[in-house]
């Protein structure tokens, strides 16, 4: 009774965390993404998760797959060179995202709802069919089709990967990258302190002077 006492209290905190829950599809995508990888962390009921979808051989698959195909890469490389990496990361300067995190560790229901997937029999008997798979078994053939070397070979004349080469060129890329990074939202609250507007009056060294009226023309 115990045992069956505790997994139904994993199955309900589970639930609890799981109004907003990701597909292994879109945990396999935001873990490709340098730009969104982050964000799992920034909120715990995202981590709890993601930690679970990655217990799912179906996220480990799916990843996979991504990797056999080099546009997986561009995607990467193109995500990498984008200011919004920055955005994404300078959230870590965020106290907010602490707070979350404190009180995750005082709930007991993120403990539960994290350790769910290992008291879950059913995530064990997907992983024991995972390779009887169709997709596993499509991988383990995918070295037998000239189209996926002749996809690698033909990568460095795609446009995608072209335009990407071509980037450190543009300066538009250095103009994104200095108002990413002078833009106050991009550090979350301590962002209020590179905005003038927090100061007000303070900031503006004649706004202690009476403003003197013009002399009419005559």
């Given amino acids: ?33 340098p730009a969104k990888v982050a964000d799992i962390a920034k909120d715990p009921k995202a981590a709890v998760q993601a ?15 991504k990797g ?20 994404s990361y300078a959230a870590f300067l965020d106290p907010n995202m602490y707070t979350k995190w404190l ?7 993120f403990y539960l709802a994290a350790m769910s997937p290992l008291m879950n029999p059913n995530m064990y008997m997907k992983w024991m069919m995972a390779p009887l798979d169709p997709r596993v078994l499509q991988m383990g ?6 189209n996926m070397y002749m996809n690698w070979a033909m990568a460095p004349l795609a446009p995608a990967n072209m335009n990407l080469m071509m980037a450190p060129l543009n300066p538009n890329l250095y103009t994104q990258w200095a108002g990413a990074a002078a833009d106050p939202k991009t550090y979350g609250t301590w962002g209020a302190f ?15 002077f009476i403003p003197v009226p013009a002399a009419p023309a005559k």
């Fill in 1 to 33: 009774m115990k045992k069956l006492s505790v997994l139904a209290l994993a199955l309900l905190a589970q639930s609890a965390f799981a109004q907003e829950a990701a597909t292994p599809e879109s945990t396999a995508a935001q873990l490709l993404d």
């Fill in 51 to 65: 930690m679970t979808n990655l217990m799912d051989p179906a996220t480990a698959i799916i990843m996979m797959q």
């Fill in 68 to 87: 056999m195909d080099p546009a997986t890469f561009t995607k990467m490389a193109q995500a990498g060179m984008s200011p919004d990496i920055l955005k």
């Fill in 103 to 109: 009180a995750a560790s005082m709930d007991p229901n």
């Fill in 141 to 146: 053939l995918a070295p037998f089709n000239p």
């Fill in 194 to 208: 590179m905005n003038p507007a927090t100061y007000g009056n303070i900031a503006n060294p004649f706004a202690g």
